[in-house]
């Protein structure tokens, strides 16, 4: 009976000072602490395509909208934002609103939720910074050549590793350093091609420097608004949920979308859109197919970025988003019959192997973390078998 006592006394106090370890320490991100298995594999490469797919494909319908007639950036501006209506539905879906298991869960329990104002706070500065984002992106894609406008929108890498280094600790290992690289010279090589994508003889110098300054602080803007994203979950709300990341998109959309709406009609642009309707070369019903297109891509790219860094980091968001800089050019082969040339295809294969070798970064991740996981639990099995063999 005593050894049993014993036995029990000695199993209390691991699990106690077990409990006073992680108590000890703050509150680590999922990425890091959530087994990488097949549904987390399967949740990336979801939002991946999302990303990939919502970002081209909203590209080139915003190429197409100001190739054909369209004139208005805050309207362009607009239909990035306002789609957010359409995914409202996914709030009623029962297994989408279940708790994500986490190992960290009894610490995330134990928080205080963040208030209602706290919240609306972080919804209405994450709405500004992303409507001001938009419109900086509309701006610089109506002025520049589609080359240079990529090659600008790859700096957000740069910016991102800097403000990731300050907001969420992002460690650089050489194959992040690598992808990092990589990346950015597969977006730099597209300035080479020329300007056969786009006639930049259309755009005056002055609007030229416009869109270029305008692209740069909308990178740099992009790259910080993901880098908050992820602070916020890490410090703020604490939650491993599908509904957090809805309310995430969903509010801050709210407020986004209502300051373009006053930009909108501020500016009296509003007053021009029928004449706009009507003067659009492939007609009225290709003008609203576009811009409904366009919200509607736009909303899954948003929701790619989002689930990237609440299921990794705002760096590796950021990745995904880069390999698709390279992918607008070669689609705009096919639908806008742009010369195709080697420097388009060298710029593919890098950003195919920049992805390759940050995805590689998080495989070693995810074998260092079962394997010491694996060695916590062997040291437990041996101290249990020892007590049990001095008992």
Known sequence: ?????????????????????????????????????????????????????????????GRQYYEKGGKSNWLATLVQLCGFPILLPFYFIPALNKNCPTTNSTIAFESKPPSTLVLASIYASLGLLIAADCYLYSVGLSYLPVSTYSLICASQLAFNALFSFFLNSQKFTPYIVNSLVVLTISSSLLVLQGDDSADSSKVSRSKYIIGFICTVGASAGYALTLSLTQLVFIKVIKKETFRVIMDLIVFQSVFSTAIILVGFFASGDWKGIKDEMEGFELGKVSYIMNLTWTAIVWQLFTIGIVGLVFEASSLFSNSISAVGLPIVPVLAVIFFHDKMDG???????????????YVYQHYLDDRKFKSEKKAANDEVSKAFAQENING
Not at 5 to 25: G, H, K, P, R, T
Not at 344 to 351: E, R
């Open 1 to 61: 009976m005593g050894e049993v006592e014993a036995q029990e006394l000695q199993l209390s106090i691991m699990v106690q000072a077990e409990a006073n370890e992680v108590n000890s320490l703050p509150y680590v991100p999922n990425q890091l602490s959530r087994r990488r298995g097949f549904n987390w594999w399967l949740r990336m490469s979801i939002y991946s395509v999302f990303v990939l797919a919502g970002q081209t494909i909203a590209t080139l319908l």
């Open 343 to 357: 420097i388009k295809v060298m710029s593919m294969v890098l950003a195919i192997w920049g992805f390759i070798s």
